[in-house]
């Protein structure tokens, strides 16, 4: 296992190393590998909506809110796995993430779906436009807070 996070993590950087200069300065490795993980989920995310909607006719916030548990489950064990070096002890992770989750899906998962909904956007849409929404705030969450490094202050 260690062996395909390596050659995940090597892969991201091969990916900012073909940046043009300006741009593989500015984007770290963890944004590509971010984008692959939670691309992968948000994928899982809009066929378990489909198939909950269309497929056995649950209301719209029991489907979004169904698929929407699957794919974070999902992309939290992913991220720690490929993409973040975790310092902290998982329950801590764990514990921070359930909180950024809670705080996404109340504003941007639930909110935006459901006014974009409101005036005609079919869900499908709507829920893709709260995926771009949802993907800066959760990366900048993961990266920063829930995986992100501690710090230790020092006596300088």
Known sequence: MADSRERFRRACAAVVGVLPGRLRRIVAPSLVGFAV???????????????????????????????????FALSFVLNRWLNFDPERPVGTQIGRYVGVIAVNYAVIVLGVTHALAAVGVPYQLARLAAGTCEAVFMYCAMRWFVFGHTRTRTGT
């Not at 979004?64 to 794919?71: I, K, P």
């Open 37 to 71: 993980v939670n691309g992968f989920t948000f994928a899982v995310d809009l066929v378990l909506l489909s198939l909950l909607i269309d497929g056995l006719h649950l209301p719209l916030w029991a489907g979004v809110t169904l698929a929407y548990g699957t794919a």
